[in-house]
């Protein structure tokens, strides 16, 4: 090997996760702070758990509350586009548009 070029090498190395659990490795950092590991991971656990950090989720819901509060039915939603559908057809009907009647 080269001199110089490698990083420093720290064989008791500490990882703290931030639920309190802390492990000892080989790394080029003496420290090493990590959000989720074996101990607290939803996938080795078995519990849901949410990390929301800039409250992604929390905005999320509302957004979905907001949009569930206001959307109509399919059945609200087709009765109002036939009637719109009714109203235009009336219009139409109304209007009297060849160019032979306007003579």
Do not use: W
């Not at 720290?10 to 703290?16: L, S, V, Y």
């Not at 090493?32 to 989720?57: N, S």
């Not at 039915?73 to 057809?89: G, P, Q, S, V, W």
């Amino acid at each position: 090997m080269k001199a110089n070029i490698h990083p420093t090498y720290f064989p008791n190395a500490t990882i703290a996760c931030a639920c309190g659990a802390t492990y000892t490795t080989g790394s080029i950092k003496e420290r090493i702070d990590i959000e989720l590991c074996a101990a607290c991971h939803p996938f080795f656990t078995g519990k849901q758990k949410i990390v929301d950090t800039a409250r992604r989720v929390e905005k999320f819901t509302n957004r979905m509350d907001a949009k569930s509060d206001t959307a109509q039915t399919a059945k609200e939603k087709a009765a109002k586009n036939a009637e719109r559908a009714k109203a235009k057809e009336a219009k139409r009907a109304d209007r009297n548009t060849s160019i032979k009647s306007a003579r």
